[in-house]
């Protein structure tokens, strides 16, 4: 069998692909949270960068291309083992016992729904703008006199409706339980977990998740309490 | 002169198990009072005093599987209270006595659950598959000779105490019971690290853990979400650590397997 049709086909190789967008992914979110904390420099800076990525042109799409392609394959295999596990113990236990898998670890199809959910919304929000064509507009001035899109006043704004800066703390919640287990999990299923280290890599999970949560909430938190204003 | 022996006060429990004639006629709990329980008693010596009173009623005993009751065989299987092989810890059901159970309870007995192993009569489940997934793979070609020719082939003393560790498996069958997915990677992983860690298990090596991998999944048990409760049930403590070391064979062999070239005589004989 070639190996794109075990990955495909074979219980380990699912889980291979699960840990292996999930690592793409992983370092995704990592990512867009380190550039969104430039939020609290000057407006500047944040609306700088975004004009960086926008004016990578083709090569954006590629990356996004991946990053969705990444998604749908994360999606699309979780839900095929999600149906082959049910199939696979259709007659539960009278009574119900866990004796060590954690919560987050029991809720992934369901904290990773409210992600996805989340990541629609978002991208119609902030990548598409449709509910704001005018956050499309080129309006804001670089030191260079460059004309961009000024994201700063889009973030503010965006996040000024409590309703979706709470939906938005509720999804980066989410996600973080949801890798509160991933990170630990891909790398077992990658093979590369053994006792020896297993107790630095869950350390480093904990942190990891609420530093994760943490500086994400802290963005709508300082917009909503007014201490990051729109510069206008 | 003879120990004083501990508190042997008898108790009463109830036992609460899953009665099912066949497997196309659906299943229900019954309960069973048992008296007169003697902490010493191992649960299986009680299903049998429970079992000594049903054949002298209109009703069938409890079918359950048992063989050599002193936890090597891997035969006896129940589920107690929802854990496969009861309170313990790395023993199997006929090694817990009734000391682990107080006075009143109500302990619930079920087969083990999972589409790969159907329940043929109460508590006793078909788990052939495990030996499906053994005759794919589970075995090695190498002829290992006699006795004196045990040292003839050098194994280092770590790969021959993993290797070993793996080898404990008895095949029961509790950690697909226990997986919340019903998945068999702690059973596989096991037998393909067993046989992987030894250098007469190398010929083999690539073609045994995608054949029993692929058994596995055809045998319709679950995928391993990482939970690791597997582990945490097994009569023999096998570590989890091994399923890491199966992806990872696994992985490997694929990849091995897709880039070796093939004999264009292949299947020609000498």
Redesign the interface.
């Known amino acids: 069998m070639n190996i794109l049709g075990s990955l495909f086909n074979s219980s380990i190789g699912k889980k291979v692909l699960m840990a292996l967008t999930g690592l793409v992914l992983f370092g995704f979110v990592t990512g867009h949270l380190l550039g969104n904390l430039q939020i609290f420099l000057p407006p500047q800076k944040i609306n700088a960068y975004g004009h960086m990525l926008e004016s990578l042109g083709a090569g954006l799409w590629l990356v996004r291309l991946f990053l969705l392609a990444c998604v749908v394959i994360h999606v699309w295999v979780a839900i095929q083992l999600t149906r082959e596990n049910s199939a696979a113990r259709p007659v539960n236990y009278g009574v119900a016992h866990t004796n060590r898998a954690s919560l987050a670890s029991r809720v992934m199809a369901r904290t990773g729904l409210v992600v996805l959910a989340f990541l629609v919304y978002h991208l119609l929000d902030f990548t598409f703008r449709v509910q704001h064509p005018e956050w499309s507009q080129h309006s804001f001035a670089l030191a260079d006199g460059t004309l961009v899109r000024d994201v700063h006043t889009m973030m503010v704004q965006g996040f000024s409706r409590p309703g979706v800066a709470f939906f938005y703390i509720l999804a980066v919640g989410l996600l973080s339980y949801h890798l509160a287990h991933g990170v630990v999990s891909l790398v077992q299923t990658l093979g590369f977990k053994n006792e020896r280290w297993t107790r630095g890599l869950e350390c480093f999970a904990r942190v990891y998740c609420w530093g994760y949560f943490l500086l994400n909430t802290a963005i709508p938190l300082a917009i909503l309490g007014g201490w990051v204003k729109a510069h206008v | 002169m003879v120990a004083s022996t501990p508190s042997k006060k008898l108790f009463s429990v109830t036992l609460?198990v899953?009665r099912q004639a066949n497997p196309d006629q659906p299943g229900k709990?019954v309960d069973y009072p048992a008296h007169n329980v003697s902490p010493d008693m191992s649960f299986l010596e009680l299903l049998d005093v429970v079992n000594d009173g049903l054949t002298v009623s209109p009703e069938e005993p409890i079918a359950f599987a048992h063989d050599c009751r002193e936890g090597i065989c891997g035969t006896c299987s129940c589920?107690i209270?929802?854990?496969p092989h009861g309170p313990g810890k790395g023993v199997a059901t006929c090694q817990v006595y009734m000391r682990s159970f107080q006075a009143g309870d109500v302990i619930?007995v079920?087969p083990f659950?999972?589409?790969?192993f159907p329940i043929i009569k109460d508590l006793v489940t078909e788990r052939s598959a495990f030996d499906k997934i053994q005759q794919a793979g589970g075995f090695i070609s190498a002829r290992t000779g006699a006795a004196p020719d045990a040292n003839a082939i050098l194994v280092s003393k770590a790969a021959a105490d993993l290797a070993m560790d793996a080898a404990a498996c008895i095949g029961c069958g509790a950690c697909v019971a226990?997986c919340?997915?019903?998945?068999a990677?702690l059973f596989v992983a096991a037998k393909v690290s067993h046989l992987g860690l030894m250098p007469q298990g190398q010929p083999e090596r690539d073609r045994r853990v995608?054949a029993m991998?692929?058994t596995?999944?055809e045998a319709?048990?679950?995928?391993?979400?990482?939970?690791?409760?597997c582990s945490?049930?097994c009569p023999k403590n096998i570590?989890?650590?091994f399923?890491?070391?199966?992806?990872?064979?696994?992985?490997g062999a694929?990849?091995r397997s897709?880039l070796q070239s093939v004999s264009t005589s292949a299947g020609g004989g000498a």
Request: with cysteine; charged share 25%.
């Open positions: 609460r899953w709990f589920t209270n929802g854990k619930v079920e659950r999972a589409t790969a226990a919340k997915n019903a998945s990677m995608l991998v692929q596995m999944d319709g048990f679950g995928n391993c979400t990482n939970q690791y409760e945490a049930v570590t989890h650590d399923i890491a070391r199966l992806n990872r064979d696994y992985v694929l990849f897709e």
